[in-house]
């Protein structure tokens, strides 16, 4: 059974960062592209960063670009998002999901809760 | 950016009522678009993609048609498991890849 698991989340200040983390169990992740999305508290779903297998294209929505960061470590079957200068508007579920004729599998979520 | 924009926002139906969900899109996407269903407290469900192809496991009473800028995902018949929210999301023209801001479908 393909799995996606995110870990990480937690309660940050603002300006603070942190790392979320995305295992995949069940389908080797190096040959599929990944993106995040995120669901703020009682609002829709937000994509906000793709990857490619190889990490040579790399995509943000301008709500992140310059503050997130993407990555992959294909030998840990693992997707990563550094998150920096964090504010109020960043508290939400972020999903990581894989990217297939829509996005097929999805992660259960981690919550990143920005407050002072 | 492509904008989606669903309707209407909530749908109050009966167990065995049809349902029927809009989502239309700013400028055409030819058949690049997704469904997905979410319950509260879970991930978001693939439910239809390329606009009427079911995704694994889905039951036949979801089906989805449409394309360029109008889509539709209708449920025949309304099971207890059903109510959810549903979100459309085109995946065509990107960066940005946008999701509609969702339908939630309760019980009436």
């Known amino acids: 059974e393909m799995q996606l698991v995110e870990s990480g989340g937690g309660l940050v200040k603002p300006g603070e960062s942190r790392r979320l983390s995305c295992v995949a169990s069940?389908?080797?992740?190096?040959?599929?592209?990944m993106n995040w999305v995120r669901q703020a508290p009682g609002k829709g779903l937000e994509w906000i960063s793709y990857?490619?297998?190889?990490?040579?294209?790399?995509h943000y929505a301008d709500s992140v670009e310059g503050r997130f960061t993407i990555s992959r470590d294909n030998g840990k079957n693992s997707l990563y998002l550094q998150m920096n200068s964090l504010r109020d508007e960043d508290t939400a579920v972020y999903y990581c999901a894989r990217p297939y004729s829509g996005m097929d599998v999805w992660g259960q979520g981690t919550t990143v809760i920005v407050s002072s | 950016e492509i904008v989606m924009t669903q309707s209407p926002a909530t749908l109050s139906l009966s167990p065995g009522e049809r349902a029927t969900l809009s989502c239309r899109a700013s400028?055409?996407?030819?058949?690049?678009l997704a469904w997905y269903q979410q319950k509260p407290g879970q991930a978001p469900r693939l439910i239809i993609s390329?606009?009427?192809t079911r995704a694994t496991g889905i039951p036949a009473r979801f089906s989805g048609s449409g394309s360029e800028t109008v889509f539709t995902l209708t449920i025949s018949s309304l099971q207890s498991e059903d109510f959810a929210v549903y979100y459309c999301q085109q995946y065509y023209k990107w960066p940005p890849l946008t999701f509609g801001g969702g339908t939630k479908v309760e019980i009436k």
């Open positions: 390329g606009a009427s």
């Open positions: 990857i490619s297998p190889s990490s040579s294209t790399i």
């Open positions: 069940g389908l080797t992740l190096s040959l599929y592209s």
């Open positions: 400028q055409s996407v030819g058949t690049n």
